[in-house]
């Protein structure tokens, strides 16, 4: 059993006497014990077994378990959210005085904990534009531990040479961290590439049908170790009934990845010929400046897709206004198409120059492109852009 989509199906926990099929829900707190010694080697960690749900649970470790074989890891740990899966990681590993390098272009909650939270326990981060090999290379101190990255990035789209920059890591000794929630498992593997730990937001494409919030970090038993120390004690556990959702998601995540990127590829092609549209970016696009790298090291482009509208903010609003069946919500990575406008909603608190530096202009939008069918989706958009045009 080595290809993902058979073990994203077949990894399963073992069955109970039941004999059942699909794998129950494990809804318990606690676990009992046979007896007394029973209880006492589990405690002290001289026995396996399931003491507490804030610890382990079937549910929770049959979706790592599908995970960590997906991204090729040695271990696993599941978390509630996604930031609950990144603040872990930085949590578990990092202690006052250490340092992290980042790529500019981070998920917005990330960029917090990096500038306003990790910095009240001393712990500082640098950016670095995700292109610049060199500036990663001279970002480095002697007290940095982690460089973490996101690619593609959100919503910049921005795509980071995995090989290059886990090289720069392992010559300097330090973690590679990367943020894998746009492309999944499917169409990309950090750790093939040199990453050595891997986190979800499960939220997006992972769940892929907007209902459970969920995490993941992957990585070497070193590593989950430390950050199981943290979280085994401190409490962002996955709860067992998003668990058993996920893990159920996880079994269709192939083919929806590859409906959203056949679906997002058409739809950039279609904008890119499209009067009202500046620009047009998507990976697997020949005009997206890191197309040959993304060609490389992802399989498929992913389900998002972002272009510049001509008109600005009030054009990109409008845009927003008149779209019919797409979704104005703050997901991404649903079975329904959604569009959002940064510049007006999650990123209207940065200053325009801000907002430039990580590639958010003021007529760009983000499309999330869902599984209905294409046609439909290139309609809606369609129409919502002929307002653009001069009557
Ligand atoms: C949504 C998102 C997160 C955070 O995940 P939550 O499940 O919302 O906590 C982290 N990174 C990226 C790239 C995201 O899109």
């Known amino acids: 059993m080595k290809n993902l989509e058979t073990i994203a199906i077949r990894t399963q926990y073992e069955r109970t006497d039941s004999s059942e099929h699909s794998v129950p829900l494990y809804l318990t707190s606690s676990y009992v014990f046979e007896d007394a010694e029973d209880m006492r080697s589990q405690f002290a960690e001289e026995k396996e077994g399931h003491i507490y749900s804030r610890y382990a649970n079937p549910n929770v470790e049959e979706f790592i378990e599908k995970l960590r074989l997906m991204e090729g890891a040695e271990a696993g740990w599941a978390t509630a959210t996604g930031m609950a899966a990144v603040f872990s990681c930085f949590a578990g590993l990092l202690k006052s005085g250490d340092h992290i390098v980042s790529s500019r272009s981070v998920f917005g ?44 990035s959100n919503p910049a789209l921005e795509i980071l040479d995995l090989e ?53 970090i992957l990585s070497s038993k070193e590593v989950i170790g430390q950050i199981k120390g943290f979280a085994r004690h401190s409490g962002p556990a996955l709860s067992p009934f998003n668990a058993w959702v996920l893990s159920k998601s996880i079994e269709t995540l192939s083919l929806r990845m590859e409906r959203h ?33 993304a060609k490389k090291q992802m399989s498929l482009g992913g389900g998002i897709v972002t272009f510049e509208i001509k008109g600005g903010i009030e054009a990109g609003k409008q845009f927003l206004d008149h779209l019919k069946m797409f979704s104005l919500t703050a997901n991404l990575g649903d079975t329904r198409s959604i569009a959002t406008h940064p510049a007006s909603t999650t990123h209207s608190k940065l200053h325009p120059e801000e907002r430039a530096e990580v590639g958010i202009t003021d007529g760009l939008v983000r499309l999330s492109i869902g599984l209905e069918n294409w046609k439909d989706i290139w309609e809606d958009i369609d129409q919502a852009l002929r307002f653009l045009r001069p009557k």
């Open 109 to 152: 909650s990330t960029h917090k904990l990096f500038t306003e939270i990790l910095p009240k326990w001393g712990i500082e981060t640098t950016y670095v534009d995700a292109q610049d090999l060199n500036g990663f290379q001279s970002a480095i101190r002697p007290e940095t531990k982690i460089l973490y990255a996101e690619t593609p």
């Open 164 to 216: 290059a920059i886990g090289a720069i890591c392992k010559k300097n000794n330090i973690l590679f961290a990367i943020d894998n929630c746009f492309a999944t498992p499917i169409l990309q593997r950090p750790i093939e590439l040199g990453a050595d730990i891997v986190i979800h937001s499960a939220t997006k494409y992972i769940d892929g049908q907007g209902r459970t919030l969920g995490g993941a």
């Open 261 to 293: 990127s056949d679906n997002a590829l058409k739809i950039a092609e279609l904008l890119e010929k499209h009067e009202g549209v500046q620009s047009v970016r998507y990976p697997f696009l020949a005009s997206h400046p890191n197309h040959t790298l």
